[in-house]
């Protein structure tokens, strides 16, 4: 592990400059994948109404340069974009989704962040499979779950892509991706879902590693998807679930006196598998750049 470069970014860990989102099709109603067969139908209208008010937060209340892509009605599943780029530093990894019916969603992404002038690297081995979704930065190294969507192999290219980090497999039992369960809430904490499969997860990342991390346990899975940032004249911010969606699970974050605490509502997407950190692709966009 190159210490001088992983110094420097978890001495960073958190802050961003920009943030990448895109429009919600009609499709995503009726064709957006989802693991739960059976589900509740998805209210298209309010799924806009809830993404706007997340890219509200972003823009206005951040102060991030939001760049929106626009919706694809033949990629239902498109304002996921977190799955189709992996940002670290200055480098986008474009990724090659688990899902057949998702990987030109990573077309629109690629030009959006070489427009940012990020450094491109694309997944292009047709062994391998990778969902940003199942990517968890910690500022110190990688961890990458091991899903129905993401495989060995991606988890080596990501490896390949970002040298400076150790990056370390977790097997996923249970729900999507590894950040269906679990995020970062700062430097060091690990926010994680209640459930025994979370819980392993966690367990097996602190195993792996060589660094300490704290851990924030909810008592709700999917309220453990949190989205955090380290923003100039903000501070600590945590974006995360709403008291309606998840009472017990909202009251834990009280627990983090030092943040700018910010519930988001994210009703209508979780219902096709969507959490927070999945609307958005953040990016910090340094001066040289």
Avoid at 73 to 99: H, K, M, N, Q, S
Wanted: net charge negative; hydrophobic share 40%; proline share 4%.
């Amino acid at each position: 592990m190159a210490g001088s470069a992983a110094a420097g970014s978890a001495a960073g860990f958190g802050r961003f400059t920009h943030a990448l989102v895109r429009g919600i099709p009609a499709s995503l109603a009726t064709e957006a994948l989802r693991t739960a067969a059976g589900g509740a139908d998805v209210d298209a209208d309010r799924a806009r109404r809830e993404h706007h008010a997340y890219v509200e937060v972003l823009r206005d209340r951040l102060g991030l340069r939001v760049v929106q892509l626009p919706a694809d009605e033949d990629l239902p599943d498109c304002v996921f974009v977190e799955d189709a780029a992996v940002v670290c530093g200055d480098t986008a990894l474009i990724t090659r989704p688990g899902a057949r019916s998702r990987r030109t969603e990573t077309v629109a992404m690629k030009s959006a962040l070489e427009e940012l002038g990020l450094n491109i690297v694309e997944m292009t081995d047709e062994d391998a499979t990778l969902d940003g979704g199942d990517v968890l930065f910690t500022g110190l190294e990688f961890f990458v779950g091991l899903s129905k969507r993401t495989n060995q192999k991606g988890a080596e290219i990501l490896a390949e892509a970002f040298k400076d980090y150790a990056v370390s497999t977790v097997p996923v039992l249970e729900g999507l991706h590894l950040k269906s369960f679990c995020s970062m809430g700062g430097p060091g904490l690990i926010i994680v879902g209640s459930s025994e499969p979370a819980q392993k997860a966690l367990k097996i990342m602190q195993q792996m590693s060589d660094h300490h991390y704290d851990k924030l346990t909810v008592p709700d899975d999917l309220a453990a998807n949190c989205i955090y940032m380290n923003l100039p004249d903000k501070g600590h911010v945590l974006l995360h679930c709403t008291p309606d969606e998840f009472p017990d699970s909202a009251k834990v974050f009280e627990k983090l006196k030092d943040h700018m605490l910010i519930p988001v509502s994210n009703m209508e997407k979780v219902k096709v598998d969507g959490a927070l950190t999945c609307c958005s692709v953040l990016v910090n966009k340094t001066a040289h750049i």
